[in-house]
């Protein structure tokens, strides 16, 4: 890591220290105050998880080494994905990954391209091998600091989708980024019933895998 990308997250994260600092202090206008940090760190994103099912199966019956190499190769071939489709990977947290696009399109085209590989992927390798990815998409406005993390309802949507109620080969997404995606051709929605906190709605993408 380069000394100016050091300091331009260490600067974010003093300066929005400084402000949840002065936040806390009695008599603090902490609506000026959130309108503050608003103003230094508040992006509209398109935000992607993902996750690998079957984390604690293939765990409990191949040894962690074992899934240490799935989540290894999960990372090398969607590396080039989130490249082709210009996103830029904030995190990765174990077998999950955040990500963040500028655009709805790129995001869902990103996700389709993930499913694609790995299905190109899975072809001839036994079943334990196979990588089988699940992703939520949130997109609005995020508190972005620096290249290290992204907060917001959005995300904690787009989160709550892709690592927890999302399965196999499955793209979830909010109804925010339903409501950006409704003029790309090619791709219908479903709704479905299990909505996260923070969203309105939420679909499964219908795709041709």
């Given amino acids: 890591m ?5 300091v331009a997250i260490h600067a974010s994260q003093k300066r929005l220290e400084k ?8 008599g603090a206008d902490r609506a ?3 309108a503050r940090i608003w103003n230094l760190f508040g992006e509209t994103w398109a935000v992607m ?9 293939h765990v409990a019956e191949f040894g962690i080494v074992h899934f240490l190499q799935v989540i290894y190769e999960a990372q090398r071939i ?3 994905c989130v490249d082709r489709n210009d996103g830029i990977l904030l995190k990765v947290e174990g077998d999950s990954m955040l990500i963040i696009f500028r655009t709805v399109a790129n995001a869902l085209q990103c996700a389709i391209d993930m499913q694609r590989t790995a299905k190109r992927y899975n072809v001839g390798k036994p079943q334990e091998e196979h990588v089988l990815q699940c992703i939520g998409l949130g997109y609005g406005p995020v508190l972005r600091i620096g290249d290290d993390d992204v907060f917001g309802r959005e995300v904690n949507a787009a989160s709550k989708l892709g690592e927890d ?7 979830l997404v909010t109804e925010s980024v339903q409501g950006e995606a409704a003029e790309i051709p090619g791709l219908r929605f ?7 906190p923070g969203a309105s709605g939420a679909a499964r993408v219908i795709y041709e895998l």
């Avoid at 402000?19 to 009695?26: G, I, S, V, Y």
């Avoid at 998880?49 to 199966?57: A, Y």
Wanted: net charge negative; glycine share 4%.
């Fill in 165 to 171: 109620i999302a399965g196999p080969w499955e793209i």
């Fill in 32 to 34: 000026a105050i959130d």
């Fill in 190 to 196: 479903e709704a479905i019933a299990d909505i996260p």
């Fill in 49 to 57: 998880f993902t996750d690998l099912s079957g984390f604690s199966r």
């Fill in 19 to 26: 402000l949840l600092a002065e936040r806390l202090t009695p």
């Fill in 2 to 6: 380069s000394s100016v990308h050091e």
């Fill in 78 to 80: 969607f590396t080039p």
